[in-house]
């Protein structure tokens, strides 16, 4: 890939993290931003975007540190098939970790596990949609390393407002993550010029 390419899909990234995670921000504290004049909207509006910016600076740094981490597993393991394996181990235990440590960690009186099984759920789902849709756009090869990177790498992204467990933070952290990464992941393989060939992430 030349270097056109990676600036392109540099900004891209930047532009659909920045402005998804605008939207939603906007959205929560709607209130807030529409409360005022028309510069209280406008300089909201701007922060929002350098935020979202920011998360997803994070969201391609984690990238390429799994596109880093692909290739020592495969290297590591010598099959593709054993290193698949242990990334539905792991996808597995994130997915246990984000159900019942935020149970145990934050948890109310009166409220169930199951609010807790939502979430996570519904990330496992969406992976599962960008995954199939990444295998069908190179190979069924790419299935296990996509939803591994949906799943796992963006719940690491995650971590600094899972910790905090503000529900307008967790959202606004959120947005740019997910939608920044299934960008990347979505547009790689176009940018490469890789359809349908051996494995890859």
């Known amino acids: 890939m ?3 390419k990676v600036v392109y899909l540099f900004f891209s990234t930047l532009l659909v993290g920045s402005l998804s995670g605008a939207i939603v921000g906007f959205i929560i504290d709607f209130d807030v931003y529409t409360g005022g004049d028309i510069t209280n909207m406008v300089v909201g509006v701007i922060w ?7 998360f997803s600076l994070v969201s391609q740094m984690g990238f390429f540190a799994y596109l880093t981490l ?3 597993g495969l290297g590591l393991f010598k099959s593709a098939r054993l290193w698949n394996r242990i990334q539905v181990v792991l996808i597995a235990f994130v997915i246990f970790d984000l159900i019942y440590l935020r149970y145990i960690a934050f948890a109310t009186e009166g409220e169930t596990i199951l609010n807790y099984t939502i979430m996570p759920v519904l990330l496992l789902a969406y992976g599962l949609v960008i995954a199939y849709l990444k295998a069908k756009g190179t190979n069924q090869g790419a299935f296990i390393p996509a939803l ?3 799943v796992v790498v963006t719940t690491i992204e995650w971590v600094p407002a899972l910790t905090v ?3 307008k933070w967790l959202w606004m952290y959120f947005a740019p993550l997910i939608s920044a ?4 992941l979505l547009t790689l393989h176009k940018l490469t010029n890789q359809p349908n060939t051996k494995a890859r992430a």
């Not at 990464?181 to 990347?184: F, H, S, V, Y």
């Open 181 to 184: 990464n299934t960008w990347q």
């Open 148 to 150: 591994f990177f949906i």
């Open 2 to 4: 030349n270097s056109r």
């Open 48 to 54: 929002l975007l350098g935020i979202s910016a920011a």
């Open 70 to 72: 692909h290739r020592f």
């Open 165 to 167: 467990n503000d529900p």
